[in-house]
């Protein structure tokens, strides 16, 4: 069975590969920034290189569905790179086509907050899509990048979904009518996302579980409900994990340099510091976990292949090019 | 009579300063940038710094009142620097303070499109002000950098103007209820900016003014409009002149790097090349013909001597710091 994680947002390692290797997992998409500009982004790019240069043997960079075929059939896990902002871009549309062909593949329109092309999820109001996100879309689309909508606004993530040629994803988030959170979403926005080929990734990060995070049988009860809303083919893993993250890098994720003040992203004052993955997901050996429990609740073996990685490859291979 | 321009946008070079000496002009805050980053932004500055070197027999940056009335007991006219959106920060909520150190005084919060901070008026919609909108204005507010919002949207322009303890500013537009157009303010937005101390500068630039900047006489109609609204002290002139500029220039303007597609800015298919300026003001020298027609329409000399840059020197000593 084809593993996949839609969105690990790990600092890598070898031990954290090898914990990769060890659960099974054939794909993963990381995500190498947050609030980095083009230069950040591609120093980071190229840290990444090393760091996977140095493990060849567990893992790859892949980019596209050819090379994933061929990292898999060597026994690795295929890593498909991705950032959760669009800083990386500098706001300039030509970038887009320049960071494909350094091998990114994924990237969310915006991050937690409003920017050029659209509006986030944690602002008051979302504007929509603006005159350069509907070119930016084009262009992602035309470049063989998977528009990511996870931390996008509502009414941004819908114009997306419309203006898009493309299936885009919601990479990471749970849906808003189960677990009722500003980060997951609404049941409006994963059905017109289903409806244009997308793929929605259930998070595991327990700050937009409310509990389900739990048990791997509790957290089957959100596949069931999604699966139940848009059906098998739309429905795939996006952890969230975060392996070696320090509250350092939450500070990073959460305030960027737009801000001095705190901010908690899907956090609170009560639980300011980095929320502990689920015991039975401590680190990526766990994932299989999921396929049991998804077969317990009486999936069929290729159902549960869907959700725990088919549906991401299909896409992928929709997608990139 | 203290000469005003609130905001121009010409490329300065002796010819230019010759003509807004020979204009009566005292103070002109100029546009340094419309897309530019930070190096990019201080690379401007810094050229700007020589051209003004190089001529200064004839002007001066200012960064305080002080220096404003130094300069112009010098009989030289005195320099605000400024930029046309706040690309400059690069993001970053430190760098206020920093391009502050280096001089500059006046930032409109979006030019032409939405950015992390807030809506433009040419967008489709508006969100108003972001969280790092909120946070950006306090610290434009410590710094003394007087915030502009003549091509920002109409809800973030309330939103900034009832965030702001310090009075903010329309450096350039003109009031809707007279000659209606997108870029042009609602006289809710200028009745509001008024309450809180603020001034707006009236623009000659043909594309907002709709026949009305044909004569001093005509446009002064724009003057005693606002004037009736929101009385004597709360109006200024910000011509939008833009000698030197070309269509390349243009061209940055409208589209910067974040699009490939022709935009129009204020502007038309029908008319996408440079407008000419009015024919009395093809130079600055024609800037006092404005003081000349207000008086012909009854106003007093100290009435005049408001709107043709009192109400500027007096907003500026206000907020820079």
Same mark, same amino acid.
Request: net charge negative.
């Given at each position: 069975?084809?593993?996949?994680?839609?969105?690990?947002?790990?600092?890598?390692?070898?031990?954290?590969?090898?914990?990769?290797?060890?659960?099974?997992?054939?794909?993963?998409?990381?995500?190498?920034?947050?609030?980095?500009?083009?230069?950040?982004?591609?120093?980071?790019?190229?840290?990444?290189?090393?760091?996977?240069?140095?493990?060849?043997?567990?893992?790859?960079?892949?980019?596209?569905?050819?090379?994933?075929?061929?990292?898999?059939?060597?026994?690795?896990?295929?890593?498909?790179?991705?950032?959760?902002?669009?800083?990386?871009?500098?706001?300039?549309?030509?970038?887009?086509?320049?960071?494909?062909?350094?091998?990114?593949?994924?990237?969310?329109l915006t991050y937690n907050n409003q920017n050029e092309y659209g509006g986030?999820?944690?602002?008051?109001?979302?504007?929509?899509?603006?005159?350069?996100?509907?070119?930016?879309?084009?262009?992602?689309?035309? *470049?063989?990048?998977? &528009?990511?909508?996870?931390?996008?606004?509502?009414?941004?993530?819908?114009?997306?979904?419309?203006?898009?040629?493309?299936?885009?994803?919601?990479?990471?988030?749970?849906?808003?009518?189960?677990?009722?959170?500003?980060?997951?979403?609404?049941?409006?926005?994963?059905?017109?996302?289903?409806?244009?080929?997308?793929?929605?990734?259930?998070?595991?990060?327990?700050?937009? *579980?409310?509990?389900?995070?739990?048990?791997?049988?509790?957290?089957?009860?959100?596949?069931?409900?999604?699966?139940?809303?848009?059906?098998?083919?739309?429905?795939? &893993?996006?952890?969230?994990?975060?392996?070696? &993250?320090?509250?350092?890098?939450?500070?990073?994720?959460?305030?960027?340099?737009?801000?001095?003040?705190?901010?908690?992203?899907?956090?609170?004052?009560?639980?300011?510091?980095?929320?502990?993955?689920?015991?039975?997901l401590t680190t990526m050996r766990g994932f299989g976990l999921i396929a049991?429990?998804?077969?317990?609740?009486?999936?069929?073996?290729?159902?549960?292949?869907? &959700?725990?990685?088919?549906?991401?490859?299909?896409?992928?291979?929709?997608?990139?090019?």
């Open positions: 069975m084809f593993f996949a994680d839609g969105l690990n947002c790990s600092i890598f390692d070898r031990e954290v590969f090898q914990e990769v290797i060890d659960g099974g997992l054939n794909c993963i998409t990381v995500s190498l920034g947050f609030w980095e500009d083009a230069l950040e982004s591609m120093d980071a790019l190229g840290r990444f290189r090393d760091v996977v240069q140095e493990n060849e043997d567990l893992v790859a960079i892949a980019h596209n569905e050819e090379d994933i075929n061929k990292i898999v059939a060597s026994e690795r896990c295929a890593l498909i790179v991705g950032y959760q902002n669009t800083t990386a871009l500098n706001g300039n549309i030509r970038f887009v086509e320049l960071f494909a062909d350094m091998g990114v593949r994924v990237l969310q986030s999820c944690y602002e008051p109001a979302d504007s929509g899509i603006s005159r350069a996100g509907v070119e930016l879309v084009s262009e992602l689309n035309r *470049c063989g990048i998977l &528009i990511d909508l996870s931390h996008v606004g509502q009414r941004t993530g819908l114009d997306v979904i419309e203006a898009s040629e493309m299936p885009v994803a919601v990479t990471h988030a749970n849906p808003d009518g189960f677990v009722p959170h500003v980060r997951n979403k609404s049941d409006d926005l994963i059905r017109a996302l289903a409806e244009k080929g997308g793929v929605i990734g259930l998070a595991t990060y327990p700050n937009i *579980c409310d509990g389900f995070a739990e048990t791997p049988e509790k957290w089957s009860e959100l596949v069931a409900y999604t699966v139940d809303l848009v059906g098998i083919n739309h429905v795939g &893993i996006g952890t969230d994990h975060s392996r070696n &993250i320090k509250m350092s890098h939450l500070e990073w994720m959460r305030q960027g340099r737009w801000s001095r003040v705190t901010n908690y992203g899907a956090g609170s004052a009560s639980r300011p510091g980095k929320i502990a993955e689920p015991d039975w049991d429990a998804l077969q317990s609740r009486g999936m069929t073996e290729e159902e549960t292949a869907s &959700i725990m990685g088919g549906n991401w490859l299909r896409l992928y291979s929709q997608v990139f090019n």
